[in-house]
């Protein structure tokens, strides 16, 4: 690289500068390591950067500096991290080729940049003291919370002024860093407690939730099914929003389905969709499931429920690792127990495999379909729906995202800036039915 640089500026007489991608560097040094790693039981596990431990072009001792540009020509870190599984593209994308996860470059898109940069700055003192509360009984909580807060805060900084530093800057990756902040300071579940009050506060309503669809005609109850499930995507602890009016402590289930905008919605395919279960029903759907108490609880599973009296096999997939109030695979399965003890229909589906809950290796608020564990991506090829359920599986990323088979996209837009890039307001929502 240096032999390169000095080449091009000396036969240029200095009107050429080299750029490098950040990785070239460690092209070859990574490389061979990955390479021989390939000899140790690589169909149990891959590899994937940590974006909390590698350092972009904040190097201390940059050997060349291009003033320029300010640019440093040098990193002094690049962290790998050897992930416990394998993902493979989910073989229902219909051009995983050309499939691009996230909705929004923030690498060109200055004016998206600069608002979800200070979104995630701002909203680092309520993530911080979510994790103390989570630990409160631990003596250092505070000061590795602050050191979390410190280290985020100076990734924001760094994209500030770099963007392209860390590589492809997106939503997705911003969330997926603080996450690894979070856990490099051991807060691997900020939300661990608020999970479990919010899941028993939902479960002691489920039975009546469920006696009132049952009451109803089919078409209304399809409907309410719809709007039961944004109802319970209104509660998602990652919406500055949606947290001041949880955090007063008077906003349940019902005055969420209040919150709802009536129709036409800002994108309404719900009279598609009506229209399609009057035919046969799905054979199998595999669903990509959001936040934990009333959305899961009281949202998704009168849906499941629906499916099953259809004789649809259902797939509930979950996060394997924690993000915001995100459910995880592991909780979903207690959920379920409880469930089991409720409801008939649930209970003999989950015994004869009708339903099952299979994690989708994610530990993100986002979906990359291009890295799904392989296992789900098993699932997903036999079935002919697919239903992407909140902002960050199904606006964030995958909005675009076409499929083989049919899919249902549904989300509440629960942040008015992106709601307004839109073209509608906050709480708009997203009912994206496409075959």
Not at 378 to 406: K, Q
Request: hydrophobic fraction near 40%.
């Amino acid at each position: 690289m240096a032999a390169i640089t000095f080449a091009l500026n000396y036969f240029s007489k200095g009107e050429v500068q080299a750029l490098y991608l950040r990785h070239e560097g460690y092209l070859g040094a990574i490389g061979a390591f990955l390479k021989g790693a390939e000899e140790d039981d690589t169909d149990k596990y891959q590899w994937g950067e940590n974006f909390a431990g590698s350092s972009g072009f904040s190097s201390p001792t940059p050997y060349v500096d291009f003033s320029e540009t300010g640019i440093s020509s040098s990193f002094d870190l690049f962290e790998m991290n050897r992930l416990d599984r394998v993902y493979v593209p989910c073989p229902r994308l219909k051009c995983p080729v050309s499939y691009v996860a996230d909705l929004v470059d923030l690498t060109n898109d200055s004016d998206a940049r600069d608002y979800w940069l200070k979104c995630f700055e701002e909203a680092l003192t309520r993530v911080g003291d979510y994790a103390v509360k989570s630990q409160s009984s631990t003596q250092d909580a505070m000061n590795r919370a602050e050191q979390f807060k410190e280290k985020y805060r100076k990734r924001l900084r760094i994209l500030q002024d770099q963007p392209f530093a860390f590589g492809s800057l997106t939503v997705r990756s911003l969330l997926e860093t603080r996450e690894q902040c979070l856990y490099e300071f051991s807060f691997p579940d900020p939300y661990c407690h608020l999970k479990r009050e919010e899941n028993e506060a939902a479960l002691k309503f489920l039975p009546s939730r469920l006696n009132q669809l049952d009451s109803m005609a089919w078409l209304g109850r399809q409907m309410a099914l719809i709007e039961g499930v944004l109802a319970g995507n209104v509660f998602d602890w990652g919406s500055k929003a949606v947290t001041t009016l949880l955090e007063k402590g008077n906003f349940g289930f019902m005055e969420a389905k209040s919150s709802l905008q009536p129709r036409p919605w800002l994108v309404d395919n719900l009279d598609a969709w009506l229209e399609r279960l009057k035919g046969p029903p799905h054979k199998r759907v595999v669903i990509f499931v959001d936040n934990s108490g009333a959305d899961i609880i009281l949202g998704i599973f009168p849906l499941v429920r629906e499916f099953l009296k259809r004789g649809t096999q259902v797939i509930l997939s979950a996060n394997s690792k924690p993000a915001l109030n995100d459910i995880t695979h592991n909780e979903l399965v207690i959920i379920v127990e409880r469930i089991i003890t409720m409801d008939e229909t649930i209970k003999t589906a989950l015994y004869e495999k009708q339903l099952q809950l299979i994690q989708n290796g994610s530990g993100s608020p986002c979906l990359d379909l291009s890295r799904i564990d392989q296992t789900i991506a098993s699932c997903c090829n036999e079935a002919d729906l697919i239903i992407l359920e909140g902002m960050g599986r199904a606006i964030h990323t995958n909005y675009s995202a076409r499929f083989s088979c049919e899919s249902l996209k549904l989300a509440v837009l629960k942040n008015k800036w992106l709601a307004e890039r839109f073209g509608g307001g906050m709480f708009s929502i997203v009912v994206k039915y496409e075959m």
